[in-house]
């Protein structure tokens, strides 16, 4: 099954900038859909971004202008630059991908990362 290595989560201060980077490996069919997540503590994991194939991008109303999600298709990699960082992103962020259930790309199936601490002091 597919395997996500993610890197890049850290203590940074208000106003300061990280880079998320999520590797999937063991690919046994495509890989559609990538995004991150996020869990703040306390709270429900939410969707912080996520690009398709094409590279069509959805973003969280409370990231949109400072954040900006990427991927490399020929290295099954996603990307999340996160800028002007608030305390209120400080959160267990969580790589999300889906792989399709057939070679034809038929369905897909979710595979989380192992989740990245991201911690924004004020």
């Known amino acids: 099954q597919v395997q996500l290595v993610e890197s890049g989560g850290g203590l940074v201060e208000a106003g300061g900038s990280l880079r998320l980077t999520c590797a999937a490996s063991?690919?046994?069919?495509?890989?559609?859909?990538m995004g991150w997540y996020r869990q703040p503590p306390g709270k429900q994991r939410e969707l912080v971004a996520s690009?398709?194939?094409?590279?069509?991008?959805v973003y969280a109303d409370s990231v949109k202008g400072r954040f900006a999600i990427s991927r490399d298709n020929a290295r099954n990699t996603v990307y999340l630059e996160m800028n002007s960082l608030k305390p209120e992103d400080t959160a267990v962020y969580y790589c999300?991908?889906?792989?399709?259930?057939?070679?034809?790309?038929?369905?897909?199936?979710?595979?989380w990362g192992q989740g990245t601490q991201v911690t924004v002091s004020s």
């Open positions: 999300n991908v889906k792989e399709s259930l057939t070679m034809g790309g038929w369905g897909s199936r979710d595979y």
């Open positions: 690009i398709a194939t094409g590279g069509k991008t």
């Open positions: 063991q690919i046994r069919f495509s890989i559609k859909d």
